[in-house]
């Protein structure tokens, strides 16, 4: 991605402006790492409604349904789980563990100018869980004035509807000083039963959101910023939609109330040379969720629980530029930053009240040295964890050396961590045939202790008009102490089934990314990726049944790729082809006997390897002009074409909830409108 590309329309966007790499702004194509980015064209093209529709298609990253009940679902990296990821916003880690759990979900594009993916060893810069990478979610600034309204109409397996409305507008000063942009989001997703059984496999979703991101210069050298949103967020999966929760046979679900802000001074003299900023940010998530089953003759369930959880994160940042330090011109970088989450989570009907406090004190420097050729960027990040009794410390090294204008290879390391947490993704109160479940942390549960390396080779060149870009990048993570969730069989804490975390030997992650990006016209632009990797547990492996060990991870399969294609053959009119594709892989089938019992001692478990899944969409997009500065846009399209869904769900209350995987959804026809002033 070489700067060579100037003298030309940049389809492939290689001059695009990132700042997850670095922590301040650079372009793509010198950038110390790879980032990958998905914007606001790309979200629009694949009609993504909201974080996890627009991740599909970047390169490393798989998005999976693991629940037909209450629709969790994650991301994961180079073949490691969400739980080793840091999710951001504006480049801040105020998603909680709680958050995390329904966040792709609920982050509407609609929020979202665009998003930066670091794949990759994140925690010198980010700290604790950027272990497989970094995925930043940067909110929309005003640019301009003007103003958008959207809606976006599914037909989901012909059946059910889902109904996503958006606006957005803007208005930015004369001068320049100041700006506001307003956003919103309005979601009714009808629940979906695929195999008739009464039970849901999508379930039944009603969102909404508000929120806006301003600006202002206060002087010539500084600049106020301040966004907030608000997401109000009700999901329900099960049956007996028609009635309230406890009334069900099985419900799932609850209703989230999640405020989030951010506050951030930026001064910037007029040299150039020197940057500081003061920065805090805030999310406040209140949730009411209900997990329970009954059968008819029995009393109305009382399976409620209530969690609230409080993030803070402030800090301040300081950069200066040298034309020349010691050999080379140099950015110099260092922050601190205080990262604070307080959970109460309670459980009506039993005793059970989780607190969990954390603090997190970090320091972190770097310094790149930089030039047209090379770069070499060495820098280290100190995190004092409440959860680990001795600072960690996660240095970063890396270089890039561009031999020709054509060409830039990378190499990196970095070392990370992952605290042992009591609330995680993994841990949330969940139930599977009704059958309720916490986890534990063992008394002698040490951090998960991480080392990455990458190496990359960049090919970018030019043919006429044609422009495209080769990425050929290798992986390869170590971890050792790996957290695994094993059963205490026969124990029970309140009425839970009673798991508890535990240190592995160690696990490892290897493989290689593969990414084109091609513009053989400026009308038409085309992008394939593709991961091989193998994610292995080490030494015995994961104990998946009493007695039985597994080295290969869960959801993990050796090849997935994506095809995504835009062309417009007249000024209106665009067409959008897209593909998904995802390989066998492992997941464990937890059979119910004769009683219904999944988790007892009457416990079948057996390993699947699934089969491979193609998802095929096409749409057409058609824009209709109403004078200078108001133009229409129509859409028609079907999504998953072949209908390659799942065929072996679980059926009936006895079900394995979390025994889905390949597409979230079946063949469903798309329809859409937006109104753009």
């Known amino acids: 991605m070489m700067a060579s590309a100037q003298g030309h329309h940049d389809t492939i966007r290689l001059r695009q402006v990132v700042v997850t790499a670095t922590q301040h702004a650079t372009t793509r194509s010198e950038a110390p790492t790879a980032v990958g980015v998905v914007d606001g064209r790309q979200m629009e093209a694949v009609s993504a409604v909201n974080l996890g529709q627009a991740l599909n298609f970047s390169t490393g990253l798989r998005v999976e349904n693991t629940c037909q009940n209450c629709g969790a679902?994650?991301?994961?990296?180079?073949?490691?789980?969400?739980?080793?990821?840091?999710?951001?916003?504006?480049?801040?880690?105020?998603?909680?563990?709680?958050?995390?759990?329904?966040?792709?979900?609920?982050?509407?594009?609609?929020?979202?100018?665009?998003?930066?993916?670091?794949?990759?060893?994140?925690?010198?810069?980010?700290?604790?869980?950027?272990?497989a990478g970094v995925i930043n979610v940067i909110t929309r600034e005003p640019r301009s004035n003007g103003a958008s309204v959207g809606n976006t109409t599914s037909l989901i397996g012909g059946?059910?509807?889902?109904?996503?409305?958006?606006?957005?507008?803007?208005?930015?000063?004369?001068?320049?000083?100041?700006?506001?942009?307003?956003?919103?989001?309005?979601?009714?997703?009808?629940?979906?039963?695929?195999?008739?059984?009464?039970?849901?496999?999508?379930?039944?979703?009603?969102?909404?959101?508000?929120?806006?991101?301003?600006?202002?210069?206060?002087?010539?050298?500084?600049?106020?910023?301040?966004?907030?949103?608000?997401?109000?967020?009700?999901?329900?999966?099960g049956d007996r939609f028609d009635l309230p929760s406890p009334m069900a046979h099985i419900s799932e679900g609850g209703e989230h109330d999640i405020h989030s802000a951010s506050l951030k001074w930026d001064w910037l003299p007029a040299s150039g040379l020197r940057h500081a900023s003061l920065f805090?940010?805030?999310?406040?998530?209140?949730?009411?969720?209900y997990y329970g089953e009954r059968e008819d003759d029995e009393p109305i369930g009382t399976a409620y629980g209530y969690t609230r959880d409080l993030t803070l994160n402030y800090g301040?940042?300081?950069?200066?530029?040298?034309?020349?330090?010691?050999?080379?011109?140099?950015?110099?970088?260092?922050?601190?930053?205080?990262?604070?989450?307080?959970?109460?989570?309670?459980?009506?009907?039993?005793?059970?009240?989780?607190h969990q406090d954390i603090g997190i004190v970090s320091a972190y420097l770097q310094n790149e040295w930089k030039s047209s050729r090379w770069s070499i960027l060495v820098g280290g990040r100190m995190d004092k964890h409440t959860m680990?009794?001795?600072?960690?410390?996660?240095?970063?090294?890396?270089?890039?050396?561009?031999?020709?204008?054509?060409?830039?290879?990378?190499?990196?390391?970095?070392?990370?961590?992952?605290?042992?947490?009591?609330?995680?993704?993994?841990?949330?109160?969940?139930?599977?045939?009704?059958?309720?479940?916490?986890?534990?942390?063992?008394?002698?549960?040490?951090?998960?202790?991480?080392?990455?390396?990458?190496?990359?080779?960049?090919?970018?060149?030019?043919?006429?008009?044609?422009?495209?870009?080769?990425?050929?990048?290798?992986?390869?993570?170590?971890?050792?102490?790996?957290?695994?969730?094993?059963?205490?069989l026969g124990d029970t804490i309140s009425g839970y089934m009673h798991y508890e975390r535990r240190n592995a030997d160690g696990a490892e992650v290897m493989g290689m990314n593969v990414e084109m990006t091609l513009s053989p016209i400026e009308q038409m632009r085309l992008q394939i990726g593709g991961t091989w990797q193998r994610s292995l547990y080490t030494g015995n492996g994961k104990e998946w049944e009493e007695g039985q060990y597994e080295r290969r991870m869960e959801r993990t399969p050796d090849l997935y790729a994506y095809l995504s294609g835009v062309y417009t053959p007249v000024k209106r009119l665009q067409i959008t082809a897209t593909g998904i594709f995802t390989g066998p892989m492992l997941v464990y089938h937890h059979v119910a006997d004769e009683d219904g019992a999944k988790h007892g001692g009457g416990t079948e478990v057996e390993k699947v390897i699934t089969d491979a899944f193609l998802d095929l969409s096409l749409k057409a997009a058609?824009?209709?002009?109403?004078?200078?500065?108001?133009?229409?846009?129509?859409?028609?399209?079907?999504?998953?074409?072949?209908?390659?869904?799942?065929?072996?769900?679980?059926?009936g209350p006895e079900r394995d909830a979390a025994y889905i995987y390949g597409p979230a959804l079946p063949r469903t026809l798309l329809f859409g409108a937006k109104l753009t002033i």
């Not at 050999?327 to 059970?352: C, I, K, Q, Y």
């Not at 998960?448 to 390869?476: I, N, Q």
């Open 73 to 131: 679902n994650e991301v994961r990296i180079n073949g490691l789980g969400q739980a080793y990821s840091q999710i951001l916003i504006d480049s801040r880690p105020v998603n909680s563990a709680l958050a995390g759990i329904y966040l792709l979900d609920q982050l509407p594009t609609a929020l979202i100018d665009r998003i930066e993916v670091l794949r990759g060893g994140g925690s010198a810069l980010y700290g604790s869980n950027a272990i």
């Open 280 to 289: 805090a940010s805030m999310q406040h998530v209140d949730r009411q969720s």
């Open 388 to 488: 680990i009794e001795v600072p960690v410390v996660s240095p970063r090294l890396n270089l890039r050396y561009a031999p020709s204008d054509h060409l830039a290879l990378r190499v990196g390391y970095s070392s990370g961590f992952r605290a042992p947490q009591v609330y995680d993704e993994d841990l949330h109160v969940g139930a599977v045939n009704g059958e309720l479940y916490k986890i534990t942390n063992a008394a002698d549960l040490r951090m998960e202790r991480s080392h990455s390396l990458t190496g990359s080779a960049d090919l970018c060149f030019h043919l006429g008009s044609l422009e495209a870009d080769l990425l050929v990048e290798g992986f390869y993570t170590r971890i050792n102490d790996a957290f695994v969730n094993e059963l205490l």
């Open 159 to 237: 059946r059910s509807w889902d109904f996503s409305n958006s606006f957005n507008a803007s208005v930015v000063s004369d001068d320049r000083r100041a700006g506001i942009a307003v956003f919103g989001h309005n979601r009714h997703r009808n629940p979906y039963d695929h195999n008739g059984d009464g039970y849901s496999e999508v379930g039944l979703l009603k969102a909404r959101m508000v929120g806006f991101r301003g600006y202002l210069r206060t002087t010539d050298f500084t600049k106020l910023n301040l966004e907030y949103h608000n997401i109000h967020d009700f999901r329900r999966g």
């Open 316 to 354: 301040a940042l300081y950069s200066r530029h040298f034309d020349t330090l010691w050999f080379m011109p140099a950015e110099l970088t260092v922050g601190v930053e205080h990262t604070l989450d307080r959970l109460n989570d309670r459980t009506f009907g039993s005793p059970d009240t989780l």
């Open 622 to 651: 058609y824009r209709i002009p109403f004078g200078e500065s108001i133009e229409l846009e129509l859409c028609i399209g079907v999504q998953n074409l072949l209908n390659s869904y799942q065929r072996d769900l679980d059926s």
